[in-house]
């Protein structure tokens, strides 16, 4: 069993930057692919961010490239999400969310999820 918990969640300024962490246990393996979705209110939940967790390959919804960066810590188990030139429509719940079988930008294959942590981005 993995189990997630997200934090780093705040309310910021349009164009601040803010730093979401995710910390995992339990064992993560090679093949699995760690990622960050989101979930504004009355929308659906969207993929943002993702990394393989072996070779630390990285993936970004287009909305977001360029913008923000995704890291993991092998030796902490931990999944960063660094956000810079926050915008309001970035406000969102986001989740950390982990998926053994691969490369997926879809919420269904992930068998793992934290409890989503609070972004507000004011203009």
């Known amino acids: 069993q993995v189990q997630l918990v997200e934090s780093g969640g705040r309310s910021v300024q349009a164009g601040d930057s803010l730093r979401l962490s995710c910390a995992a246990s339990?064992?993560?393996?090679?093949?699995?692919?760690m990622g960050w979705f989101r979930q504004a209110p009355g929308k659906e939940r969207e993929f943002v961010a993702g990394?393989?967790?072996?070779?630390?390959?990285?993936y970004y919804h287009d909305s977001v490239k360029g913008r923000f960066t995704i890291s993991r810590d092998k030796a902490e188990n931990t999944v960063d999400l660094e956000m810079n030139s926050l915008k309001p429509e970035d406000t969102a719940i986001y989740y950390c969310?982990?998926?053994?079988?691969?490369?997926?930008?879809?919420?269904?294959?992930?068998?793992?999820w934290g409890q989503g942590t609070q972004v507000t981005v004011s203009s």
């Open positions: 990394i393989r967790w072996g070779n630390g390959l990285t």
């Open positions: 339990g064992r993560i393996f090679s093949s699995s692919f």
């Open positions: 969310a982990l998926n053994r079988n691969g490369l997926a930008t879809t919420a269904t294959p992930y068998g793992y």
